[in-house]
C-alpha cells in the first residue's frame, strides 16, 4: 500500500512566501477610494506568486498533496467590499492549475469555521453558501473545479445535535450541486465525532475527510478504527482518488487538542497499524506549525519503520 504525504498552504522554507497576506476593513477604509483596489490586487497578486512558489517548491520534493490557503483574496466576501478578484488574475489562476495537473497533484481547500450548515439563522447558511461560491469559483479560474475537493466540519450542535444534523441536511439542499459534489466533511475534535460524521457522509453521498488526531480525543467507547475506516473508505468509493486523511500530534497532554509543530510517530502508529492490515491506499495530510518542515521529518521518521519504504520525497509503501 502507498501513503502520499502533504502539507498546509504555506511552505515554511521558502522565504517571505506566505500565500495569506491580507488587510483588515478597518486598514481599507481608512485608504483613499483610488487606492483600495490597488492595494486589493497587490496583495492578490503576492498571495497568487507565493502559491506558485509553494507549488514549485511541492514538485522540487515531490509532494503531491497540497492544500491552497482560504485567504488567497483579501477581503473577498465581505459584505461592503466589491471588487473583480478573477478577471486581473486570470494567467495566474491558469498557471496554477497547469502546475498542479501537469505534476498529478491533489489539492484542497478548507473553508472556515463560520461556513456552518447547521444552523437556525438563514444568514449564516446564505454567508456559508457565498464562501463555497468564493471557494468554487478560485478552483473555477484554476481550471479544478471538478477535482479539488472542499473541506468543511459538519457544524455547530446548538446544544441539540440531532436537530442540528437535521438542519445540516436541509441547508446543504441550497448548496449548488456542482459545488456540493466537491464537498468533503470532517469528523471534530469536540462536537461530531467519526460516528456522527460518517452518517452523515452516508446519508448525503459525501466522502469523508478522517482526522485521526480529532478521532483520538473525540470518540465514544464503541468506536474503533476497525471498524470505522472501512465505511471511511467506502464513502470515497468511485472517486479518482485515495481517501485522505489528516494527521497531527497533541501539544501536550495538558493541551491535547492542540496541533504540535511536528508529528509524534508514536502517536500515529495505531493508525498505521490499521491501515497496514488493511492494505488500502491512502493520502495524509500534515496539520502540524511546522508545515512542510513537519512532512519531511515525518516522512524521514516513516521510512525508518521496518517494512516501510520512502518511494519518493513524500511518498511511502508498505
Sequence with gaps: MKIRIGYVAHALSLF?????????????????????????????????EHTKRALHYNIAHEIEVYRFSSSLIPLATHKEV?????????????????????HNMRTSFHPNQ??????????????????????????????LEKETHLNLHVGGAYGNKQAAIERFHTN?????????????????????????????????????????????????????????????FETWKGNPFPPKIHISSP????????????????????????????????DFMIEAKEKDKALLKFAADFAGLREVNRISGAAVEL
Aim: charged letters at 30%.
Design 16 to 48: 517571505e512566501a506566505t500565500p495569506a497576506k491580507t488587510i483588515t476593513f478597518t486598514r481599507y477604509q481608512k485608504l483613499d477610494v483610488s487606492s483600495r483596489e490597488n492595494e486589493l490586487q497587490r496583495i492578490t497578486k503576492a498571495n497568487l
Design 82 to 102: 466589491e471588487w473583480d478578484y478573477l478577471t486581473p488574475f486570470k494567467k495566474e489562476y491558469e498557471e496554477i492549475g497547469e502546475l498542479v495537473r501537469g
Design 114 to 143: 463560520f461556513t456552518l450548515f447547521t444552523s437556525d439563522k438563514p444568514h449564516v447558511t446564505a454567508n456559508a453558501i457565498e464562501d463555497m461560491d468564493y471557494h468554487y469559483a478560485l478552483l473555477k479560474a484554476m481550471g
Design 172 to 232: 446543504i439542499k441550497k448548496l449548488p450541486l456542482p459545488i456540493k459534489k466537491q464537498l468533503t466533511l470532517e469528523n471534530d475534535d469536540k462536537t461530531y465525532t467519526t460516528e456522527e460524521t460518517l452518517g452523515v457522509c452516508e446519508k448525503e453521498s459525501v466522502p469523508m475527510m478522517f482526522d485521526y488526531h480529532h478521532f483520538v480525543a473525540n470518540h465514544s467507547e464503541e468506536e474503533t478504527l476497525r471498524e470505522l475506516l472501512p465505511r471511511f
Design 251 to 282: 501539544r501536550t497532554l495538558q493541551h491535547f487538542r492542540r496541533h504540535a509543530d511536528y508529528i509524534d510517530l508514536s502517536f500515529i502508529k495505531p493508525l498505521i497499524s490499521e491501515l497496514k492490515a488493511l492494505n488500502q491506499d491512502v
